[in-house]
């Protein structure tokens, strides 16, 4: 039953081949046998589960029916969850249990999705690799020598393992789409906007989006369903339509415009991962597809505008963690100010911490201008890029990543080295563009994605492409030996 796909589990639940309460008694059971070797999630919720799936089951029984309803799923653990810890995968949180559901959470929950748990991620989701989390490093279940990508890294160890059909996850810089292309998985962010941010647990708000995890373009499409649309509750959700994902992945690719900035293939990119993605682009032509060379003059900025911009944000929103409110408190302060530093300098990790002295750094007075006024002008470039090549072509292709998964603990003398592994998804940030990473092909036994990029509230055109890929393809549906 672990090897369903989210739409094969509709299915077999619309047939009553299975009820919901029995698939997520063989996850949880799967969960116990097998995460032990990965890591992948924070907290299990089984007795949320157990009465989610019963739920679910008698509401099939009433006649509702409902892609979601009675699915397994795993949210990463950033979306709060009503009573449940919700940690961000820092010690600063290990105590919190959020007083209320994310609007993510409470959507999906409301379309009878069932939640296992709360997986893994970097903390306070600032990562590439999944290794800054207080609860230690997720493994990648095609090789637990190596890193699973981050920071949305247990959702996407514990889909791609088969301990899920599917999981939420966030993206500032590429965390949905990277630890999709390091695990074989198929990773949707969405237009900036689209799904809505409240409760979900911020790191900077200009860039976060949440979005879904799986393991096909059609399970990606029935999870962005349940998490979509206007929420009132967030100043930043935009009241745009969502469109019936599911119903327009059978859109032909005659004539469509894929363009492909050199820039994506420069210096850094891994010759055999090159390859790969010259061989789906060739596998789209055949669908149909015209290819087109374009060019993203300002991408060699992106990097460094993303990390003054990212760390300026954190440091601002970190700053309500101060050891009153909630969150982690340090033992017997002598007075206010040893209260705030010492539960600070406690509750944070390493990675957190420097994010926040640069973010502070590049956020005071007489560094602004130079820094982070700098980086707003790239944004806008950046963005600007964007808006050109989209006159010219219906989507943007290139690799996720530089390089497939690294071994563990191989980055982490050099911070910098970790950063420009997000070279090619942190553009889409920095724009709002939705972006999706799809399996391509495998270099030395790890996986490798491809990513496409298209205009404002085109998930449904990325779903399309990537679904008639994997009609065409099998990379989507290779699993890791063990699991
Ligand atoms: N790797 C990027 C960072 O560390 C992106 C993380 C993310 O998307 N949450 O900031």
């Known amino acids: 039953m672990h090897q369903l796909t989210l739409a094969e589990i509709a299915r077999g639940l619309a047939d009553k081949k299975f009820s919901s309460e029995e698939l997520t008694k063989t996850l949880l059971a799967r969960i116990a046998q097998l995460d032990p070797q990965l890591n992948s999630f924070i907290t299990l919720t089984e007795d949320l589960a157990l009465e989610q799936a019963k739920a679910a089951d008698a509401r099939r029984a009433n006649g509702e029916t409902g892609a979601l309803l009675g ?190 900035p050199q820039e994506f293939f420069s210096e850094g990119l891994d010759s055999r991962i090159a390859e790969l993605v010259h061989n789906s682009i060739k596998e789209l032509e055949k669908l149909g597809a015209v290819i087109k060379p374009i060019s993203l003059p300002n991408m060699q900025h992106a990097i460094p505008a993303y990390y003054v911009i990212a760390p300026a944000e954190a440091s601002s929103n970190l700053s309500r963690f101060d050891g009153v409110r909630f969150g982690h408190r340090c033992e017997n302060p002598k007075d206010l100010t040893d209260l705030y530093q010492r539960s600070r300098a406690e509750g944070f990790g390493p990675e957190v911490q420097r994010r926040i002295l640069v973010g502070a750094y590049a956020l005071s007075a007489g560094y602004y201008d130079a820094y982070y006024l700098q980086a707003q002008k790239i944004r806008r470039l950046i963005k600007n890029d964007f808006m050109a090549a989209f006159n010219e072509v219906d989507i943007i292709l290139g690799p996720t990543t530089p390089n497939p998964a690294w071994k563990i603990g191989a980055k982490n003398s050099d ?64 699993s890791p030996a063990g699991f």
């Not at 009573?83 to 009878?112: E, H, I, Q, W």
């Not at 996986?447 to 998930?459: I, N, T, W």
Request: with cysteine; charged share 15%; glycine share 12%.
């Open 71 to 260: 699915a397994p799923i795993g949210h990463k653990d950033l979306f709060c969850t009503l009573g449940v810890r919700t940690s961000c995968g820092s010690k600063m949180l290990d105590n919190f249990k959020a007083p209320y559901d994310a609007t993510v959470v409470a959507k999906l929950a409301g379309a009878g999705a069932v939640t296992l748990g709360k997986t893994n991620m970097d903390e306070f989701a600032m990562g590439s690799a999944n290794e800054s989390s207080y609860y230690g490093a997720v493994k990648n279940p095609w090789n637990l020598e190596h890193v699973p990508g981050g920071s949305s890294g247990g959702s996407a160890a514990a889909v791609a393992a088969r301990l899920l059909p599917a999981a939420t996850g966030t993206d500032t810089g590429g965390s949905i789409r990277q630890p999709a292309a390091l695990t074989n998985l198929t990773g949707l962010k969405p237009t900036y906007g689209r799904v809505s941010r409240w409760g979900m647990i911020a790191y900077a708000s200009s860039l976060d989006q949440g979005g879904p995890l799986a393991r096909t373009a059609e399970d990606c499409a029935i999870l962005l369903q349940g998490m979509a649309g206007f929420d009132p509750q967030d100043s930043t959700s935009i009241d745009e339509p969502v469109p019936d994902f599911s119903a327009n992945l059978n859109g032909s690719l005659q004539g469509l415009r894929i363009g492909v």
């Open 415 to 478: 911070p910098v080295s970790a950063y420009l592994e997000d070279v090619y998804t942190i553009t889409a940030n920095l724009a709002g563009l939705p972006g999706l990473s799809m399996p391509a092909g495998f270099v030395d036994g790890l996986p490798v994605g491809v990513q496409l990029l298209a205009p404002y509230f085109q998930e449904g055109r990325l779903l399309n492409v990537a679904h008639q890929y994997q009609l065409n393809t099998d990379w989507h549906t290779r």
